[in-house]
């Protein structure tokens, strides 16, 4: 069973970058396509980004240019890179697979844009 931790939120400028992790433990890692969820404050867990096994990377489109999702094999990590930031992208950040396991949900890591 695969197991997901996240790390790196916090309270950030507008305009500011940040770059979220997500460790996994457990078996099958490198065979999953992997992703970056958000859920806004009153809204529904979305999908951010995603990362297929061979690198393969897709953005819903108002993250395309600003976020970059990177995943290490050998570490069994997928990283969410996020560069200005807008007040919009604040959130809990979640890492899953993708399409996501309902068993998979972790804490996730709070993103706060704010001046």
């Known amino acids: 069973q695969l197991r997901l931790v996240e790390s790196g939120g916090g309270l950030v400028q507008p305009g500011g970058s940040l770059r979220l992790s997500c460790k996994a433990s457990?078996?099958?890692?490198?065979?999953?396509?992997m992703g970056w969820y958000r859920q806004a404050p009153g809204k529904q867990r979305e999908l951010v980004a995603r990362?297929?096994?061979?690198?393969?990377?897709t953005f819903t489109n108002i993250e395309r240019g600003r976020f970059t999702i990177s995943r290490d094999n050998d570490k069994n990590t997928v990283d969410l890179q996020m560069s200005s930031l807008k007040p919009e992208d604040a959130g809990v950040y979640y890492c899953?697979?993708?399409?996501?396991?309902?068993?998979?949900w972790g804490q996730g890591t709070q993103v706060i844009v704010s001046s």
């Open positions: 457990g078996s099958g890692f490198t065979s999953y396509t």
């Open positions: 899953n697979t993708a399409p996501a396991s309902v068993a998979r």
């Open positions: 990362i297929t096994s061979s690198g393969i990377t």
